[in-house]
């Protein structure tokens, strides 16, 4: 710490100090804010590219709902239907869900643990990028009339060459798998940011919760993405070469796809859930004004949950005809999920038990989350046995378990989360009024649309059916899951109202309005792009509640001596700190803006293009321009060229 | 903001799940109205599981709402977090229910197994599952129909199942779970209907564009009258009189290509057998009833009635068309 110390140059408290800071940190803007590559930049681009998302994957699921209104309804028909429900699970799943949590990590981390960027900016941009344009080439397909219609699972021999002729399968392989390919890139830059730039002091018990469920949910991606990577990719080859993994009639299993893409596909529902416990951890005890009960207990089921998340994936599969005896240990060991995430719902119970809480809409979505997520926990428990799951195993009470485990357990959370950090993120406050209506007109429309699809599950409706016959018992419970679709729906509109005059309208607020704990809520509301004026030094689990939770060199309002001062305010420089009891290592500096990622994103996106349409001509001329655009991205600036 | 939420929310939960679980009559395909020992068994596991679900969902809506309530008399935050509330509400509570129903899911799990019990003289039915139908095969009786299973009453059948193309699955509600029928494999799935009756059930694995209609029942007779529907489907088919001209239109406008009938030179095996077609109940694998009308409907335009299905349209001439439903007729 005194050697750093003795680097210091002008203090960054001072007004040149921090003009040189603003100058360094500077993100361009106009065209050239394509090249951007700051955490906050690519974060809300992350989080306004998967609403987007959300928005279309939400008019697909209201289609979806509309078409089975009533018995034979002639709405769409059952091709159409087909690609709603691939495309509405695909986009909720891949271009929703996960580019969501991990735009809000992004954005929110670096300000969480004390540091001014993610450690690889320009890999953070060119995750973007292969995501938006994964994203635009999945949904060009509709453009094109390839509309991929296999499941968001894709199970072959029904996706293979044999029974799947046409490019459909080719733009969900190919689309999906570059989207996937941000999602690891995302992974790799949180999980490093959370191990290595941690304040100087931040030891790892002093971590916000929120940065425990992002590294294990990092960790998790980083082990589970690679198999649909690779699954994805030897399907592709059985599409495209003739080669023969997943079709019996070749020699291949089509259970081998389901293997791996389970493998993946269970901790996913992790990877989703994860972050909204560590988001409802976060804001529950601000709004209760107590730390979070039982921090240790909830860290150890978080990294409970993650490893048992990679045991349980047989139990997608009860019905394959796999040995009983393996269905059975499964399927015990995803009972284990009661217990860890019981400790995760009473730890936020006890939190609300010892506060004082204040009832505002971020803490409704939370108490919304704990009444449908726990609801839907429970259906899980039941789902495990596999007895039980052979008769509801693809019927709608599936799909009404996982819309609770994920729209309660992820989209709640996250709603509730916008609520909170609108404020850091903008400047202003979130309008209230519509806040409330927009909560109880998606918790009333949420349960009214997924209540009655488990009776439907008992009677007999499978899932994935474009129409039903009526007689079945079948007609009240559609009727009123699609009801309370469209209050759904109505409830997001009420939000976006809110939203886009909060922006204009919203009352002003300080750096910290709502009185919270972590260090995010240090830096200005929105934050400079430099987040901190200096690195603060981190004393305490709940810095900003405790008199000595941070060095005093770094409340807001302090305008003396740093101890962390960068050496050269000129260059993108941050703290690199040790692993476990984040003492200061080294001062590293980070790239600047570069064009580059855009560049060779564009390049990948062209050989992809030529792989779907056999053009290899394009395939040479996109591979150039990224290996073009990876050498100048890696092409040391001037001032390292000595 | 006041408990009401709480409140609110376990009575819509409540209220909906009260009304939505005794309101309901139960349907043909409910799995909740078992009729074979193995459905039994997984209706009964599903009740206790309800009851002791409701009761861990009923004590955590408790602790939150004396959170909630404790939280409003407050008028500072308390100084010590209720740690035994966590190990107590999260540990505790959870490892109990977990751990009986393991031991619970275990049994059932056994009990209600698919593959059934060997060697109870159990009947073998061979099913193959097409897009988009169910070709069912009787190997002891040399019997071949489609989309409809008929079997003996209180007799374990065992299903010997595999798939012609994608994966399907089997799904008799009333009668068992389900299992999939997958390439390359053989699954097997053990039924035993309690009594005489029709059970239906459908396709319960996505499978194209005419998933949602490929439906199939089981029929349960008496074993008396089992055996005489085996006898009744055993017996040579007599061919009518009068129909030849029909019979030639089925061999000449391409049905033969595709449908076999027993005792002609009809032979294909693309679609399902005919040679008992007017015995059946439905058309297109329940997608609409079996009469004559439907019959002329379904020959002239099937994928008017089952977009996707893969029968092409056969183009007739109008006493074509007369001729060959006065020989499909016949087939009974």
């Known amino acids: ?642 | 903001m006041t408990p009401r939420i709480l409140v609110r929310g376990a009575v819509i939960a409540l209220g909906a799940a009260g009304t939505g679980l005794a309101g309901c009559a139960r349907g043909p395909e409910s799995s909740l109205a078992p009729h074979s020992p193995q459905a039994e068994v997984i209706a009964g596991l599903w009740w206790t599981m309800f009851w002791m679900g409701s009761a861990t969902y009923g004590l955590v809506l408790l602790a939150l709402l004396v959170a909630v309530v404790r939280s409003r008399k407050r008028r500072k935050p308390g100084t010590a977090p209720p740690t035994f509330l966590i190990w107590a509400g999260g540990v505790v509570l959870p490892a109990a229910v977990v751990g009986v129903l393991t031991v619970l899911s275990f049994i059932a799990t056994r009990e209600a197994s698919p593959a059934g019990n060997p060697g109870r003289g159990a009947l073998q039915i061979e099913v193959v599952g097409h897009k988009f139908w169910w070709e069912v095969r009787y190997p002891d009786e040399g019997i071949v129909t489609a989309n409809e299973i008929t079997i003996p009453a209180g007799r374990p059948v065992d299903l010997v199942m595999e798939s012609a193309d994608v994966i399907h699955s089997m799904w008799i509600p009333r009668l068992h779970g389900k299992v999939d029928m997958v390439p390359g494999r053989i699954t097997r799935l053990q039924l035993q209907a309690d009594e005489p009756g029709i059970y239906p059930g459908r396709c319960a694995e996505y499978c194209g564009t005419q998933h949602a209609g490929m439906a199939i029942s089981v029929e349960a007779l008496e074993p008396e009258a089992y055996q005489d529907w085996v006898d009744d489907r055993r017996s040579a088919v007599a061919p009518a009189a009068g129909v030849a001209v029909g019979q030639e239109v089925f061999m000449t406008t391409g049905c033969a290509e595709c449908h076999a009938v027993e005792g002609t030179a009809a032979r294909g095996t693309l679609g399902p057998d005919l040679t008992h077609l007017m015995s059946r109940r439905t058309l297109g694998a329940g997608r609409v009833p079996n009469n004559r009308g439907f019959l002329g409907g379904w020959v002239v335009d099937p994928q008017g009635i089952k977009p996707g299905n893969l029968m092409p349209p056969t183009a007739l001439e109008s006493q074509q068309l007369i001729d060959l439903l006065d020989y499909l007729e016949t087939l009974e």
Do not use: C
């Open chain 1, 1 to 642: 710490m005194a050697k750093l110390a003795e680097q210091t140059g002008p203090s960054p408290a001072s007004d040149e100090g921090l003009r040189r800071l603003a100058t360094a940190w500077a993100s361009p803007r106009g065209f050239a804010g394509l090249s951007a590559v700051n955490h906050k930049v690519v974060g809300t681009r992350f989080i306004v590219t998967a609403f987007f998302f959300f928005l279309i994957g939400g008019i697909q699921a209201l289609l979806i709902r509309l078409q089975l209104f009533v018995p034979e309804n002639t709405l769409v028909g059952p091709d159409t239907f087909n690609e709603l429900f691939t495309m509405h699970g695909t986009t909720m799943m891949f271009l929703f869900a996960l580019p969501m949590v991990e735009g809000i990590g992004m954005y929110l981390l670096p300000l969480m643990v004390g540091t001014r960027d993610l450690p690889f900016p320009r890999l953070n941009a060119f995750g973007y990028f292969t995501y938006l344009f994964g994203g635009i080439i999945l949904y060009s397909s509709f453009i094109t009339g390839n509309v991929p219609d296999g499941g968001w699972f894709a199970y072959p021999p029904l996706t293979g060459p044999e029974f799947r002729p046409g490019l459909n399968l080719d733009y969900w392989l190919l689309g999906v798998t570059f989207v996937e390919i941000s999602a690891v890139a995302g992974a790799i830059e949180l999980v490093v940011v959370i191990l290595k730039r941690r304040a100087p002091g931040m030891s790892i018990n002093r971590m916000p919760v929120f940065a425990w469920s992002i590294l294990v949910t990092g960790l998790t991606i980083l082990i589970s993405f690679p198999p649909l990577i690779i699954g994805s990719l030897m399907l592709e080859v059985e599409r495209k070469l003739a080669f023969s993994f997943f079709s019996a009639t070749g020699g291949g299993d089509p259970l081998l796809w389901q293997h791996l893409f389970w493998w993946f596909g269970h901790p996913d529902v992790y990877i989703l859930f994860l972050p909204a416990v560590g988001l409802a951890a976060t804001v529950v005890p601000v709004m209760a004004r107590v730390p979070l009960a039982g921090y240790s207990l909830v860290v150890a089921s978080i990294v409970g949950t993650g490893l048992l998340s990679f045991g349980v994936w047989i139990h997608h599969m009860f019905t394959t005809g796999i040995p009983l005896l393996a269905s059975s240990f499964a399927g015990a060991a995803s009972m284990l999920f009661a217990i860890t995430s019981g400790i995760q719902v009473f730890a936020l119970i006890a939190t609300v038990w010892q506060g004082k809480v204040r009832w505002a809409t971020p803490m409704l979505y939370m108490v919304g989350f704990l009444l449908i997520f726990v609801l839907g926990g429970i259906t899980g428990i039941m789902l495990a046995a596999p007895a039980f799951d052979w008769q509801v195993h693809d019927t709608y009470f599936v799909v009404a378990h996982f819309h609770y485990v994920l729209i309660g357990g992820m989209l709640f959370p996250f709603l509730g989360a916008l609520y909170f950090w609108f404020p850091k993120f903008t400047g202003r406050m979130l309008d209230e009024r519509t806040g409330r209506l927009g909560f109880w007109l998606s918790f009333l429309g949420f349960n009214l649309t997924f209540l009655p699809q488990h009776w439907l599950g008992f009677e007999g409706m499978p899932r994935r059916v474009y129409t039903y016959p009526a007689g079945l018992g079948w007609e009240l419970n559609n009727f009123l899951s699609s009801l309370g679709a469209l209050m759904l729906a109505t409830s997001i509109l009420v939000i976006m109202f809110g939203i886009v005059r909060s922006l204009r309208t919203g009352r002003l607020v300080s750096a910290n309005p709502w009185g919270a704990d972590t260090l995010e809520w240090g830096a200005d509301s929105p934050p400079a792009a430099y987040n901190f004026r200096s690195i603060p030094v981190v004393a305490s689990l709940n810095p900003l509640w405790d008199p000595e939770g941070m060095d005093p060199g770094n409340h807001p309002e302090y305008q003396g001596p740093v101890v962390t001062d960068p050496v050269d305010a000129n260059r993108r420089e941050v703290v690199t700190t040790t692993l476990v009891d984040a003492r200061p290592e080294t001062i590293e500096t980070l790239p600047g803006p570069s064009f580059a990622p855009l560049v060779m994103a564009i390049g990948l996106t062209l050989v992809l293009i030529a792989a779907l349409y056999d053009l290899a001509l394009v395939a040479v001329v996109g591979g150039l321009v990224a290996l073009a655009a990876g050498i100048n991205w890696m092409w040391p600036p001037p001032e390292y060229r000595q």
